[in-house]
């Protein structure tokens, strides 16, 4: 019998729940070593998802699959492709280094590392399931542990933004439940089995009406997830309030399960409807990164600055993904890893000043250079691969991204391109007033350089950058196949349905408020 890896990596941060319930609160640094010894066991059982993951079928791999409720159709199964591969493993290695940032964390220690154990569970299930109610009780088992992590070790207004956090997120997955428990009832009628398999779901032949509505809901869900504007008000609340860790979470993983669910349920599932709504999220993410990049620039808060910056770079990636073609999705989500990789090192840079300082006011630094030298590299090397500098990681991901939305429309590429220069900008001048200068600031005269712990933290998300920069390949190449065998799904389903249903008969439209849409384009074989 093969091992249950997928099992593991998802409930191992369970079982260090219960090791951590067993110790005395008192003993704060034996909680703190115990949660970051179960991620880091968590992060090496998968690694050989990487290692023995075959780029060459497009399959799910590492399959599990188990009766749960079988008078109901749900089953634990578990699975993995070249799309979810990359975000369960920048799960596995994001958490651990949360986990060794949050050392100066003293109030209630032991209820934040389970808090923080638990989380884990939520995100790697989320990525792993292929069953949809399986899948939806992680989606919201993750929100609770996020939600305290804001709300009791957030900032001072940090009640508000986690009910907002919460709000905000639970309503969109209402709307996401309601559409799931429609496929279920759809499956049944046109199979006659009662199942909630996510790849059974992907066979069905689904009129362009029930499309359109099922789409919008899951839509609604991942757009604020993700979030998309004007979806997007709750980010920079939840960013500025949670802890060092919960934002390094929220930019590195829980972002990416918006973009996430878009490739993995609204594409395969709702073809036609996607194509329709082209347009639509294509203007939606270039008024996101234009107007992210723009209040960005606008901030006196690192914390903040980088928190907008979130909008911007999420924007390429729904710009990617809904350029259908496989430039456009591998690049959207390759920047989903590397917007987790650098995006989350930014703010663990801003959380170690904050550390020093006590403060996130861009006005009180300056000319950190002389004092924090090694500090400051880290924080050059961060900052440049944020913008996209050849080498880096951010690079490889904007310009397939770009390369797609050129080949979709090169208005939306041209729109685009704006974003990166104004990006350049705020950061650039971000890190100038930050580190460049003259220290106007006594306090800023006694800072002390990165330490063991933080050189720890930073080091491998820098190796990680240089790596994708570098040799994208080794990334790109496993996810081939899946990304191939999607747009080919999506684009036979979308030809063949689209034919017969919206331009044989329209009438079919006719009294459910859709309005009228031709998705079928000139020449077909560019799906």
Known sequence: MSVPILTLITFI???????????????????????????????????????????????????????WIPSFGIYYYLGIDGISLFLILLTTFITPLSILASWHITKNVKEYMIAMLVLETGMVGVFVSLDLFLFYVFWELMLIPMYLLIGIWGGPRRIY????????????????????????FLNYKSTGEYTFNLLEYYRLDISFAAQFWLFLAFFLAFAIKVPMVPFHTWLPDAHVEAPTAGSVILAGVLLKMGTYGFVRFCLPLFPEASHAFIPVISWMAIVGIIYGALVSMAQ?????????????????VMLGIFAFNIQGIEGGITQMINHGLSTGALFLIVGMLYERRHTRMIADFGGLTKQIPVFATFFMIVTLSSIGLPGLNGFVGE????????????????????????????????FQRVMFGEITHEENKTLKDINKREFVILAPIVLL?????????????????????????????????????????????QGIGVPKIDIVPENKTEW
Do not use: C
């Open 465 to 509: 950058v240089f790596w994708i920069g570098i040799y994208p390949n080794s990334f790109l190449r496993k996810m081939d196949a899946s990304v191939n065998h999607l747009l080919k799904q999506v684009g036979d389903k979308a030809n063949i349905v689209s034919n017969i249903q919206i331009h044989n008969k329209p009438e079919q439209l």
């Open 399 to 430: 310009f397939l991204i770009l390369v797609g939305a050129f080949k979709s429309r090169i208005l939306y590429a041209s729109l685009a391109t704006t974003g990166i220069i104004l990006a350049a900008v705020y950061m650039l001048w971000m």
């Open 300 to 316: 006196d808060d690192l914390k903040k600055l980088v928190a907008y910056s979130s909008v911007s770079h999420l924007g390429f």
């Open 161 to 184: 933004a986690a009910v907002k956090f919460f709000i905000y997120t639970m309503a969109g997955s209402v709307f996401m439940l309601l559409a799931i428990i429609a496929l279920y």
């Open 13 to 67: 941060p369970i079982i260090g729940v219960f090791f951590i319930l067993s110790i005395d609160s008192k003993r704060q640094e034996l909680i703190r070593v115990t949660a970051l010894l179960v991620s880091i066991v968590v992060f090496f059982i998968s690694l050989p998802l990487f290692f023995n993951f075959d780029s060459h079928v497009y399959d799910m791999q590492f399959v599990e699959k188990l009766r």
